[in-house]
């Protein structure tokens, strides 16, 4: 596997609920983001984390909840989601902390399209 | 508010020409700044980021920063329709946090 890749691809599901989307990234890079795309709309970040620590968290619902065991590895769980959460979920990481702000490209996942019923 | 501005298009070229994407950011602090194509359906795909005022090249790609007026634009030499898709311009200061456009659809008819 190279880049960054997520899991589902597709997820449908109920309002009561529960899954998680996975994602993981294989370019040694010290950062993960948490992404949501909804239509005609520009990309909304939702969580942070870096070395995995959260370092933002972007006045996000408690029915999302990150997770992030270790530095390749992030989660989103999804719990009594809304039909309004239906979006494309996406995925990235970036190196952050070099000079002059270099680096910091953020490279995305294929992304998980989520439809809430 | 910390914002990056694009027209929304479609902005449609015939195949071969120049097509010319545009985008203004708000934040001076900004230090970086990237151009991601995204087709429909799929994510952004990284396609350029420059630092330093003045061009970048980069195949048939040319970006271009301008940190006295703030703004950045993305070049597409004999643009293909292949190169249909929508553009997202991106800035970031340095921190964890890129701030992303809405993006201008490109058109380039056969």
């Known amino acids: 596997e190279t880049g960054v890749t997520q899991t589902p691809r597709h997820l449908v599901m109920g309002m009561t609920n529960k899954k998680s989307l996975k994602c993981e990234q294989h370019?040694?890079?010290?950062?993960m983001y948490w992404y949501k795309q909804s239509a005609k709309k520009p990309l909304e970040l939702m969580f942070v984390?870096?070395?995995?620590?959260?370092?933002e968290n972007n006045s996000v619902p408690s029915r999302f909840s990150p997770e992030c065991p270790n530095s390749s590895h992030l989660f989103l769980h999804l719990h009594t989601l809304q039909p309004e959460d239906s979006a494309l979920y996406l995925c990235?990481?970036?190196?952050?902390?070099?000079?002059?702000?270099?680096?910091?490209?953020?490279?995305f996942g294929p992304g998980t399209r989520l439809t809430v019923l | 508010q910390k914002e990056v501005e694009q027209n929304s298009g479609p902005l449609s070229v015939p195949e071969g020409a120049i097509a010319s994407l545009n985008c203004t950011y708000s934040?001076?602090?900004?230090?970086?700044f990237f151009w991601y194509r995204q087709y429909s359906g799929k994510s952004p795909e990284l396609i350029m980021f420059i630092y330093s005022n003045g061009d970048k090249e980069d195949g048939r790609f040319t970006a271009q920063l301008n940190k006295a007026s703030q703004y950045v634009s993305l070049l597409i030499r004999d643009s293909q329709p292949s190169d249909s898709a929508t553009y997202l311009c991106?800035?970031?200061?340095?921190?964890?946090?890129?701030?992303f456009g809405a993006g201008t659809r490109l058109f380039v008819k056969a």
């Open positions: 984390y870096s070395l995995e620590e959260r370092v």
């Open positions: 991106a800035e970031n200061t340095g921190g964890f946090k890129t701030i």
């Open positions: 990235a990481s970036s190196q952050v902390g070099l000079a002059g702000g270099r680096g910091n490209e953020q490279f």
């Open positions: 934040d001076r602090g900004s230090q970086s």
């Open positions: 370019l040694g890079h010290n950062a």
